[in-house]
């Protein structure tokens, strides 16, 4: 298992942009890492993976605005977001899967982080 720990979420106006940060541990060279939110009163939701190889995958709702990356020699996992909508008011958290490949489904990710909360103003 590996730790992860979240940061950068906060409130920002519609329109805005935030820079969320996920520090892992322990190397994540050959992990995928993920990110998924959860608004109060639903499931949490896939926002967007990256695969070892630096592929990555997002949700319908959030591309073209959302952008991860991965720094494996830092070890760490960036979310930019970007035209942030009032709808992606969340606890954004931050997901390590210890196989290569990408995956959408929370119960793919072994570790979790505490999640960090992002709000955004109409």
């Known amino acids: 298992q590996v730790q992860l720990v979240e940061s950068g979420g906060g409130l920002v106006q519609a329109g805005g942009s935030l820079r969320l940060s996920c520090a892992a541990s322990k190397r994540i060279s050959s992990y995928a890492m993920g990110w998924f939110r959860q608004a109060p009163g639903k499931e949490r939701e896939f926002v967007a993976v990256i695969a070892w190889s630096g592929a990555t995958l997002y949700a319908d709702s959030v591309k073209g605005r959302f952008a991860i990356s991965r720094d494996n020699l830092k070890n760490t996992v960036i979310l930019q977001m970007n035209s942030l909508k009032p709808e992606d008011t969340a606890v954004y958290y931050c997901?390590?899967?210890?196989?290569?490949?990408?995956?959408?489904?929370?119960?793919?990710?072994?570790?979790w982080g505490q999640g960090t909360q992002v709000t955004v103003s109409s």
């Open positions: 997901a390590a899967r210890a196989v290569p490949s990408y995956a959408t489904l929370p119960a793919d990710f072994g570790s």
